[in-house]
């Protein structure tokens, strides 16, 4: 392998994070959501093609008051069952500035559980201005080897007016390639948003 070596002039002039040495992103599928359904997913295009697969969901909107956000694995199979575990810690602040915290929550930890995973720790807000946002990555979903791991950070105004930031990471528990990406809110609909999915390009 090259090393490959930058001095200052040249990292001025690169326009975009991918272009130092990893790739070219590829929006792969859009996922446009205007009314309500019940989950968004993606069930092609994940395979071997990319070691690296990135899903942006931007200001999703639940239909519900007080939801969290959640994510689920297909194994081979037609449910989004696959076997997780995983951690979870997040951070928030209230619009009145008279709270703060960072905190581990366990209680949205998975221990080989099969359930949906959650993304964020407390309910996203359905009102007209509220959402969640953020960026879940994928790792080698196709190996047969490996377990799948999963990292997630997003990024929502929850109901009570605090900003929370979350940060989820496990990996699937199964050698079978994980071929399937489900985004769905706990309780109600998804009302609104995009999701959109991308492909790192391995050089």
């Given at each position: 392998m090259a090393l490959v070596k930058y001095n200052n002039r040249s990292?001025?002039?690169?326009?975009a994070l991918d272009s130092i040495a990893s790739g070219s992103l590829n929006l792969i599928t859009t996922?446009?959501?205007?009314?309500?359904?019940s989950s968004s997913s993606f069930t092609s295009s994940i395979d071997s093609t990319y070691d690296t697969y990135i899903f942006k969901y931007i200001n999703c909107?639940?239909?519900?008051?007080?939801?969290?956000?959640?994510?689920?694995f297909r194994d081979g199979s037609s449910a989004f069952d696959a076997t997780k575990t995983s951690t979870h810690f997040y951070t928030?602040?209230?619009e009145a500035d008279s709270t703060t915290n960072l905190r581990y929550d366990n209680s949205h930890d998975l221990a080989q559980g099969t359930g949906y995973q959650d993304l964020n720790t407390s309910g996203v807000g359905n009102g007209n201005d509220e959402s969640v946002s953020g960026t879940?990555?994928?790792?080698?979903?196709s190996s047969t080897t490996f377990v799948k791991h999963f990292m997630?950070?997003?990024?929502?105004?929850?109901?009570d007016n605090y900003t929370i930031n979350s940060r989820t990471a496990g990996y699937c528990n199964v050698t079978a390639a994980i071929d399937g990406v489900d985004f769905k809110f706990n309780s109600g609909n998804i009302d609104s948003g995009v999701i959109k999915m991308y492909g790192l390009s391995k050089s």
């Open positions: 990292i001025l002039n690169v326009t996922n446009t959501i205007s009314s309500g359904v909107h639940p239909a519900s008051d007080g939801v969290r956000f959640q994510v689920n928030f602040h209230d879940l990555y994928l790792f080698s979903p997630d950070t997003n990024n929502m105004y929850f109901s």
